[in-house]
C-alpha cells in the first residue's frame, strides 16, 4: 500500500525452485543450485527479468463481434451521442454477444486467452455483462467456466448484470434491476458460476440507491463486491464502494479528495484502467499519484474490452501507467501483480515469486524490469509458464 | 494526399501473384489462379489481412544503451531540466553509442531489426545523430551499411551530425558547426553513406539560420532534405523546410496555419510522430485533421529511439493516430505506407501492393483492416514477407 507500491524485491541473478507447480525455493542462483535434486529441469534465464504472471483483475474477455466501425466513427470525430445513435455501443456487443452461439464465444474468448498469455498475464477477472437477460448472462458465464478448463490460464468471473439497461426495457428499467436481483443472482449464486458481483454505478445506467440495492442484494448470496465507479461523473460512486465494504472501486477517472478518503478509511483497492482514456482519447486519467500517497492499494489493470479498451497487455497498461499517470515501473508492477492478485482475494496464492505461490511467472527478453513500461507496442515476454509448466499458445 | 488519404482500394477475396520478388498482379484470387503456373507456391491468406508492409519514415535504430534511468525519473515528476542536470536526454545516448564498438551497436541494431519486423515494418528510415564526432558520425552509418547487407529490411540511411551539440563544442557550437560542415558531411557523401540529411532545428539546438547554412551545404552535396521542425517551439521550421524544398518536415507538434500553408505551397511532406507526444505525457500532438485538410500526403513514423519514443511498433502509431490525432485507420495506413515511401523517395518500389513493386508484404490475424489500428498494444503480424521470401526473425 502507498509507499510500498514503489519496493521491489530484486534478486540479481535470482534463483527460483519449483516442484508439483509449486514455488519451493527463490534466492540467490547459487543457494537455488544446492537445494536443486539430481534430476531436476534448469530453465536459464540469464540476462532475462523473470517476474510473476500479471493478474488483470479487470476485463471483460468474453463477447461477440468488435467495434471497430464505432471505432472508426470516434476517430472520425463522432460523439457518444451519434455512435449511440447509429447503434453503438455497449448493446451493439449485447446484439452481436446475444447472436453469438456458446461455442463461437468460446472461440473467440479462445483468441483473446492466447492474446492475454503472449503478453505475460496469467490470471484474467472475466466479467458478464454484454448478455443483459438470464439466459444470455449464464450463457457468458457458462463460457468463462468452459475457458477455465481449456486454457491454461485462470479466469475469475464477475457477475455483471447490471452493466447497461437492454434495449427491450428502455421504457421500464425498474423491471430490469428486478430481473437482476430476482431471477439473475439467484441462479448465478446458486449455480456457483461467479465470484464477485459488478455494477455500472452511473446515471443513465444504475444510479447509487440502484447499485446499493443491487450489490446488497449480491452480498446476501454470498458474492464479493467490485463496483464501476466514476468514471463519467463523479457520482459517490467510490462513497458507495466504502460504505458497501467493496473490494474494489474500479475506473474513478473522476474521483476527487473525499472519494479518495473513502476508499482508504474503508480499504477498498482502487483499480484503475489508464487503457480506457487513452482509447477513448480522453485526457482526463485517474489521479493514480494521490491514491498512492493517500495509501491505497492501487491496481492497474487492462479493461480488455470491444468498446473502450481493445488491449490485452498489460505491459501497455504498464506504459500507460508510468507515462499518462506518473507511477513508477515499480508501482506499477505492484500493481499488476500482487495488488491485483489480493483484489481477487487470491494474494496468498499469486502475483509474487515467494515459496508456496503458485509457479506462475514469465521471462522477458530485457535485462531490466522497468524496460516492460519503456518500450510499448510489443510484447517482451519470452517464455509463459502456469503452475510451473511453460505454454505455447 | 489530402482526402485520398481515406481512400484505400481493398481487394475483397483478393489475391497476388509475385515472381523473382517482385508482384506480378494483383486481382480477385479466381483472377490470379488463372495466371498462376502450376508450380506456384501458394500462401493460403483467407480471413486475413494483407497489406504492404509498413515503411517507417523516421526512426533512430542505431544506438548504444537505453534511457530507462531516464525514462523512471520522467515517471516521478522530473523536469527536462532536472533530467539534462542528471546527465540524461540525447547526450546519454551519445556517451553510451561511443562507448560501444561498431560490432556491439550492430548486435543491438539487429535486435531492433526484429522487432520491427515482427511488428510488420519491411523499410526503415535510419538516422545517424548520436555520434557527433566525424569517426563516431560514420561508425553509425557504417552500422546502417551493415544492418542492409545482414537483415532482409531495407535501412534508410540520413545524416543526422546535428542532433545536438556535443558537450566538448558546449562553449563553441559554431565550431560543431563547421566541423557538420566541412569534415561530416564531405565524408558522408564522398563514402555515398547517407541518402538525406536532418537537422534538429530548434532553438538552443540548432536555430533556423544555422539549419539552413547546414542544409544548403547538404544540398550542394547531392543529398536531400529532411527537418526536426516545430518539435518544442513554433520557430519556423516549417517555413524553412519550405524554403528549401525539404522532401519532409518532422514532428510538427507546435505548427499552426502558416506552417501547413507553407508546407502545403512546398509540396513538403508532413511526417507527425504521436509516439513521442505520448512517451513524454505531453497533450499537444500535431494537427493531423488541419494538414490532411490542407491537402498534405501526410506520413506518420515511430520516431523510434531510445528517449523520447520507445516504441518500433507501426501499429502503435496507427493507434495512437486514430485516437490520438483523430485520423481515421485508412488514413493511418495510407500514411504508413505508400506515402512514406514516397516520403523516401522510393513510391515506385514499395509501399503499395500493385504490379512492379516489391513483394514486400505482411499477413495479420484480423479480418479488417481497420482492427490494425483498434486493437492497440501487440502485434497483430502473421507473417511478414520481403521480396517474396517469409522472413523468420
Not at 139 to 153: F, G, M
Not at 182 to 200: I, S, T, Y
Not at 270 to 285: D, E, H, I, N
Not at 357 to 379: H, I, K, M, S, T
Request: hydrophobic share 45%.
Amino acid at each position: 500500500m502507498g509507499a510500498e507500491l514503489g519496493e521491489l524485491s530484486i534478486i540479481a541473478d535470482g534463483g527460483m525452485l519449483v516442484t508439483d507447480g509449486l514455488i519451493v525455493a527463490t534466492g540467490p542462483s547459487g543457494e537455488i543450485e544446492k537445494q536443486m535434486s539430481g534430476d531436476a529441469e534448469v530453465v536459464d534465464a540469464t540476462g532475462r527479468v523473470v517476474l510473476p504472471g500479471f493478474v488483470d483483475a479487470h476485463a471483460h474477455p468474453v463477447f461477440g463481434g468488435n467495434r471497430v466501425a464505432e471505432f472508426e466513427m470516434r476517430a472520425r470525430g463522432a460523439t457518444y451521442e451519434e455512435i449511440a445513435a447509429s447503434g453503438g455501443g455497449i448493446r451493439s456487443t449485447v446484439r452481436q454477444t446475444r447472436a453469438a452461439t456458446e461455442d463461437q464465444l468460446l472461440a473467440r474468448a479462445l483468441k483473446h486467452a492466447a492474446w492475454f498469455i503472449r503478453a505475460g498475464t496469467t490470471t484474467v477477472e472475466a466479467k458478464s455483462g454484454y448478455g443483459l437477460s438470464v439466459e444470455e448472462e449464464l450463457k457468458i458465464l457458462r463460457v468463462t467456466r468452459r475457458l477455465n478448463e481449456e486454457t491454461p490460464i485462470e479466469f475469475v468471473p464477475t457477475f455483471l448484470g447490471a452493466h447497461a439497461i437492454p434495449e427491450e426495457f428502455q421504457s421500464a428499467p425498474d423491471g430490469y434491476v428486478s430481473l437482476v436481483i430476482d431471477e439473475m443472482l439467484p441462479r448465478v449464486a446458486d449455480e456457483g458460476l461467479a465470484e464477485f458481483c459488478d455494477v455500472f454505478c452511473e446515471n443513465g445506467y444504475f444510479d447509487v440507491a440502484t447499485s446499493r440495492k443491487i450489490l446488497t442484494a449480491a452480498k446476501a448470496r454470498g458474492l464479493d463486491i467490485r463496483i464501476h465507479a466514476d468514471q463519467l461523473t463523479n457520482g459517490g460512486g467510490a462513497e458507495l464502494a466504502a460504505e458497501l465494504g467493496a473490494i474494489t472501486a474500479d475506473h474513478l477517472e473522476q474521483t476527487e479528495a473525499p472519494g479518495i478518503a473513502a476508499l482508504k478509511r474503508a480499504r477498498v483497492q482502487p483499480v484503475l484502467l489508464p487503457g480506457s482514456v487513452y482509447a477513448l482519447g480522453k485526457a482526463r486519467y485517474p489521479r493514480a499519484r494521490e491514491m498512492i500517497e493517500a495509501g491505497l492499494a492501487v491496481v492497474i489493470a487492462t479493461d480488455f474490452n470491444p468498446g473502450s479498451s481493445p488491449t490485452p497487455s498489460m505491459p501497455m497498461v504498464l506504459s500507460l501507467a508510468a507515462t499518462q499517470m506518473k507511477m513508477t515501473p515499480a508501482e506499477a508492477v505492484t500493481a499488476a501483480t500482487i495488488n491485483a492478485a489480493y483484489s481477487l482475494k487470491r494474494g496468498d496464492k499469486i502475483g509474487s515469486l515467494e515459496a508456496g505461490q503458485l509457479a506462475n511467472f514469465v521471462l522477458y527478453d530485457c535485462a531490466d524490469y522497468r524496460e516492460l513500461a519503456y518500450w510499448f507496442g510489443f510484447p517482451q515476454a519470452h517464455s509463459v509458464y502456469l503452475r510451473g509448466e511453460r505454454i505455447s499458445w
